[in-house]
Structure formats: structure tokens, C-alpha cells
């Protein structure tokens, strides 16, 4: 799947979010500890998946001009 970093990435900063809301919610600082290093995560991710997809795409594109 051509969006799947990008995907699971948004994922686990909807995760991460969750639990540092939750852990501050409940105060457990190791929760929302957790939650930041996934959000963080996530985001990272999601950043490679759109530049994995942006280099495949530019090669595509660089691909149809050569064969036109």
C-alpha cells in the first residue's frame, strides 16, 4: 500500500495523544511519557512514509518521461 507509513504513522499519534491525555488525566507520568515518545513516533513515520512516497512518485514521473 502506497500511504501505509503514512497511515500507521497518523495511527500512533492518535495513540500517543490518547495515552498523554489519559496519563495526565489520571497522573501517571509513565503514561503520558508514553504517549509523547509515541506521538513522537508516529510523526517520524508518518514524515518518512511522505517522503518514501514523494521519491516514488518523482521516479514514476521521471520514468513516463523517459519512455515517452
Given at each position: ?33 508514553s504517549g509523547k515518545l509515541d506521538h513522537a513516533e508516529g ?26
Amino acid at each position: 500500500m502506497r500511504y501505509e507509513d503514512e497511515v500507521k504513522g497518523k495511527g500512533k499519534q492518535v495513540i500517543g495523544s490518547t495515552k498523554e491525555h489519559l496519563g495526565k488525566l489520571v497522573g501517571d507520568h509513565d503514561l503520558e511519557e508514553s504517549g509523547k515518545l509515541d506521538h513522537a513516533e508516529g510523526t517520524v513515520q508518518e514524515t518518512v512514509g511522505k517522503a518514501k512516497r514523494k521519491v516514488g512518485e518523482a521516479i514514476e514521473d521521471l520514468g513516463d518521461r523517459i519512455a515517452s
